[in-house]
């Protein structure tokens, strides 16, 4: 494992002087100036049109409409996210990936620069959602009909005022994003789930629709931006010609990886590396001495 992240570290330290080569300017609609303004429009659009009627709303509506958006709404806590993208890059990090076959060599990379970056979205994400939450003090819902829907009170340490932003919307976005960047093909499904995820939060009472456009942008903006830079050093995705974000492994790629590990589970193939005699008979007197 020490030998792994320290090759991890030198390779991600070699692709810095390749990123100062690959500095194309930002186009409008990306740029922090043009996200902040969307931010401020959208939430301040939200908090006068929909914050205000929304609690009455959902009283009017039947008791089954809150308990079916429960089932699901949970998915977006960050827990289960960190908990299994984080077992599986400590399990890759324990494996000796040179003395394996190409195929699978690729696809251990792959997974694991993959649930490395979800994971650090997520976290990220998670935690700048933490700190806006309870610095900024907005109250809940629940609190609707004692101080109304525009509450404040900063710096408060209290559960009760940790509304804005959601931070289940922000890890959806966080974990949408990053999905949609790695399986382009299926990017509108997985945009229309993480919609019903989020807006779950709204269904069942825990946010005004504010907070979660705010958690929203927060999750794509910083996933966006971080998976931006990991294109620029050519760390699981890269940039085309005509400047989108592609991911490394491409579906021929991926499908091969696929067939090569299916194989090795079923026996049909072996998952050992095959090396020049050689480096055999150099690999064995290593393992003699």
Not at 49 to 73: G, H, I, K, M, N
């Amino acid at each position: 494992m020490r030998g792994n992240v320290r090759r991890a570290a030198i390779l991600f330290a070699g692709r810095k002087e390749r990123s100062r080569h690959n500095r194309d300017p930002l186009p409008p609609g990306q740029r922090p100036q043009d996200i902040l303004a969307v931010l401020l429009l959208t939430v301040g659009i939200a908090v006068v049109a929909f914050d205000v009627p929304t609690f009455p709303w959902l009283q009017s509506l039947p008791s089954e409409y809150r308990s079916a958006f429960r089932v699901f709404t949970d998915l977006g806590k960050s827990d289960w996210i960190l908990g299994s993208t984080g077992i599986v890059c400590l399990a890759l990090l324990a494996v000796d990936a040179g003395r394996y076959a190409f195929r699978l060599r690729m696809a251990i990379g792959a997974v694991f620069t993959y649930a490395a970056f979800i994971f650090y979205t997520v976290a990220a994400t998670g935690l700048l959602a933490i700190v806006f939450k309870w610095s900024l003090g907005r109250a809940r819902p629940k609190l609707y009909e004692e101080v109304g829907p525009v509450h404040f009170d900063f710096l408060a340490f209290n559960g009760s005022y940790t509304s804005f932003p959601s931070g289940h919307s922000t890890t959806v976005a966080a974990l949408a994003t990053a999905l949609a960047f790695i399986f382009p093909a299926y990017r509108w499904l997985i945009v229309v789930a993480a919609f019903w995820l989020a807006f779950s939060r709204v269904m069942v009472g825990a946010h005004y629709p504010s907070d979660v456009i705010a958690g929203t942008l927060l999750g794509m903006t910083f996933t966006f931006f971080s998976v931006r830079a990991m294109a620029r050093r050519r760390i699981g995705f890269h940039l085309s010609a005509s400047g989108k974000i592609v991911p490394n492994m491409n579906p021929l790629s991926a499908k091969a990886c696929l067939r090569a590990v299916w194989q090795v589970i079923r026996g049909r193939r072996s998952a050992e590396r095959v090396l020049p005699e050689a480096q055999m008979a150099e690999q064995a007197e290593r393992t003699r001495s």
